[in-house]
């Protein structure tokens, strides 16, 4: 009742503002803008920003742009007219003839029908056709892709086959055969390995001894080889030199570990085209370090002079025990 009697106070213009709303909008932008602004100043709400005096100005405003809403739309009739004129006949279209198909006399219309049907029908023709034909060649082509996956590798194995023929016959015409050990025997089977074909893995073991290996293979049993001799020769060098080194000593030791650093420059090289040619990543090797080498050397020197000492130390303690026991027994004897 309160609301019914209460006349708003804010002009047209004023409550679109107060609305953040244009004039010539809509009934639901109106409805929208009202509904944010109750739910942000209305007194029962949680907003922090929540003012009666606020949401009494919004509801005015609301109330005002509603009847000037209201009234523009009873100064317009014709348009509303117009706009259910053509609600009405878009609805109306559907119950017109040949489905609204063509234009001109009725006569031609119902040509232009029936030219427009048989386009239809041949369309539905075609797609149910293809249809058919999708579905009966969907698992043809399924079969289609695994075959050709299967003759490609079929070729490969065929191509490593004839390189590895090729290979056999290669050695046998240089004569790398002839001095095998076991020329004339029949090879042996390795039953270690039951997974493996005997017959592939005898190949693999023939060309492997007759020098038929990877390049990567080589290259790390060459590097294994030269790291093991530089450590050897270094830890003989200054088993060489004794303890403790004179001032010319230390300068042939600074003379060879200048050497050995040399050389583990050129080995960190070969260590590099390793990890160039190598096809597995896990197997890539890292650079030997000089100071690490020759502390290794150092403490390997030290190890071998302390074994060294021990077991001198244990010869003497046994020709000493066997001196004492000639004389004990000597002394019983005489006793006797």
Known sequence: ?????????????????????????????VRNSYHNLAKKYHPDSSSGVADSKTFIRVEEAYRVVLSDLSAKQKSDPGEEEEDQFKSKSLQHRHYLSFEGVGIGTPSQREKQYMQFRVDRATEQVLEYRQQRLESRYAGSDLSRAKDVRQSKKVKITQAVERLVEDLIQESMAKGDFDN???????????????????????LNRILIDNGYQPEWILLQKEIRETIEGLRKSIVASRRKLGEPMTLSEQKQWGRICEQFAEDIRKLNKRVDNFNLVVPILSRQMVHFSTDKEILRARKTYEAVVEKVSDSGMKENEGEEGKWFGWKSSLLKWLKL
């Open 180 to 202: 095998l050990s076991g020329k004339g025997k029949p090879l042996q089977k390795f039953s270690h390995s039951p997974h493996i074909d005997p017959m592939t893995h005898n």
């Open 1 to 29: 009742r309160m609301l019914s009697g209460y006349k708003p106070k804010n002009n047209v213009q004023d409550s679109y503002k107060i609305l953040d709303l244009e004039e010539g909008c809509s009934l639901d932008d």
